[in-house]
């Protein structure tokens, strides 16, 4: 015991090694089995002198004696597996690999001239494997950063302070109202939000004075489960259109009314105008989100749709597709988890340059953090995981229905001739306009999906953007915001002004109307008095 106190570290070390073989040419030749010997073997010590030896040689004497333990580590395995192993070469298994192992030796004949002795290169894999696992966990500790990580913030979800009507099966649904007031208003845009947002986003950075301008007025409501709105367990993209007209009904919007569909949000504008297309005077797309297993799309179309895509979002597709209820598990770690975090790890997005340089505007990480906070704010994840599923399900239409070819009885003739004539063709469904804003530099929702959009509505007119990305043009763009309305509402007249009261009494009380229409009735008058 006295004798094994007063031994070195690397005397002990070469106990447990015992004698490998490997010597330095300056090492005297020690005994075989002597702990000191090897010892010197190793660290190049001078038996006579018995000089300290340096930092240098003691690395040089580390390292090595890591290597050959490694070896014998590494063969010890092998053997044990060969063991193991003993009489499975006449497996089915074995027969089946025995040619592609053959194949992966001769590859690797090329590492004989620095392999031991038995020159064996696929036994030689387990001592390659244990050394590189010591390197990387080396090189890991010491590459370690102290530098401090700063924890993600924890989402504000402020009080409930929305608008809210009942529907009629009972449902609350929760709105908000910007720009011109009901009985002013010239135009009125309902607007149902995208993945992961709620009515705060509308047009996101819309100002009031473009609204005042056009006399224009934006509704905005939370999706069922989303915000304050009531979950509605059965909802699909018919009843979400239903959801639309009774808001529009209880807000007093008799007239028509143009609807909004950004992204995800596109596929509820859409069955706007397949369910509900009397109540609709137009729609306004921006890189509306299109089914990527409809099975009218062509297989070319399907690749460069898919193409875009991250690998993390393509998979969050299909496991809505196939696996819907393995969804939870992601949303509860990402965005269901009460911290804050970014559109593009979250949503698992590709950005261009210029969405980049927007999503790290204060402006807009402001404005995120809030619609995020107010669309988790039920912190439910079965409203997402329903509306992940309507994107890749069965829409319950097919774009191709909101406007058909008008099939009439004709003979021989007439068919033949309007397959020649395509401006004579007549169509049905929704025949008010239609247009989508389409950035070039899309990698969310890419410029193919628009491509097969305008290939099933024939009539939507396709506005392409380049080097636009999907939040660029739609998102805190003061001139973009203009140029599309000046393209939906033409040049700005302002607000209605509110119907003159008259001072005689009148048997129904008089209804708003245009200045046009004013116009038309005195003609009328003018026209009848003057039969009289």
């Known amino acids: 015991m006295a004798a094994a106190t007063t031994m070195t570290w690397h005397e002990e070390l070469a106990t447990l090694v015992g004698d490998t073989g490997a010597r330095l040419p300056a090492a005297a030749a020690p005994a075989p089995n002597s702990a000191a010997a090897v010892g010197a073997g190793w660290y190049g010590e001078e038996e006579e002198g018995k000089m300290e030896e340096g930092w240098a040689q003691q690395a040089r004497g580390f390292a090595e004696s890591t290597a050959e333990m490694l070896r014998e580590l590494g063969l010890g395995v092998w053997d044990v597996a060969a063991q193991s192993l003993a009489g499975a070469e006449d497996s089915e298994l074995a027969r089946r690999l025995r040619r592609p192992a053959a194949a992966a030796g001769k590859r690797l004949s090329f590492m004989n ?17 244990a050394v590189a696992f010591v390197a990387l966990l080396v090189l890991g500790v010491g590459s370690s950063d102290d530098t401090p990580v700063e924890q993600p913030k924890k989402l504000y979800i402020s009080p409930p302070n929305a608008k809210r009507f009942q529907l009629p099966d009972g449902r609350h649904l929760a709105y908000e109202e910007k720009g011109i007031s009901a009985d002013r208003a010239r135009f009125s845009l309902v607007a149902p939000h995208s993945f992961l947002s709620s009515r705060l986003a509308g047009i996101p950075g819309i100002s009031s004075s473009l609204l005042e301008e056009f006399g224009a007025r934006l509704v905005t409501y939370d999706l069922p489960g989303f915000g304050e709105s009531d979950p509605h367990p059965g909802r699909n993209l018919n009843s979400s259109a239903l959801d639309m007209l009774h808001l529009a009904d209880a807000l007093g919007i008799v007239d028509k009314f143009w609807v909004v569909g950004y992204s995800g949000g596109g596929m509820h504008a859409w069955s706007a105008l397949r369910y509900i297309p009397d109540r609709v005077a137009g729609a306004a797309m921006f890189a509306p989100m299109a089914n990527p297993y409809d099975s009218k799309m062509t297989k070319d179309e399907k690749r460069k749709i898919w193409d875009r895509w991250s690998t993390k979002r ?35 997005l590709s950005m261009g340059k210029k969405d980049k340089t927007l999503l790290e505007a204060p402006t807009f990480n402001a404005f995120w953090e809030k619609d995020v906070a107010e669309s988790v704010r039920q912190g439910d994840a079965q409203p997402f995981v329903e509306e992940a599923v309507l994107q890749v399900s069965d829409w319950g239409f097919s774009l191709s229905d909101i406007q058909m070819q008008k099939k009439e009885d004709q003979g021989v003739f007439e ?9 004579e063709r007549e169509w049905v469904g929704f025949l008010g306009p239609i247009h989508i804003w389409q950035g070039m530099d899309d990698r969310v929702v890419p410029p193919s999906a628009t491509e097969f959009a305008r290939r099933m509505v024939p009539g939507a007119t396709v506005h392409k953007l380049l080097d636009e990305g999907h939040f660029s043009y739609f998102c805190f763009c003061d001139e973009c915001h203009r140029q599309i309305f000046s393209t939906l509402f033409g040049t700005p007249q302002g607000p209605l002004n509110p119907a003159p009261e008259s001072s005689e009494a009148a048997p129904e009380p008089a209804e708003e109307t245009s200045p046009a229409y004013d116009e038309e009735v005195a003609e009328q008058e003018q026209e009848t008095s003057g039969l009289a």
């Open 314 to 348: 393509k998979l969050m597709h299909i496991l809505a597709r196939r696996f819907p209820s393995l969804l939870r598990l992601f949303y509860h770690r990402s965005f269901l988890s009460g911290k804050q975090g970014q559109p593009e790890s979250w949503l698992s």
């Open 113 to 129: 001239e620095y392999l031991p002795e038995d020159r064996d290169p696929v036994r030689c894999w387990a001592v390659v494997a």
């Open 415 to 423: 068919f033949i001739k309007s397959l020649f004539s395509q401006a």
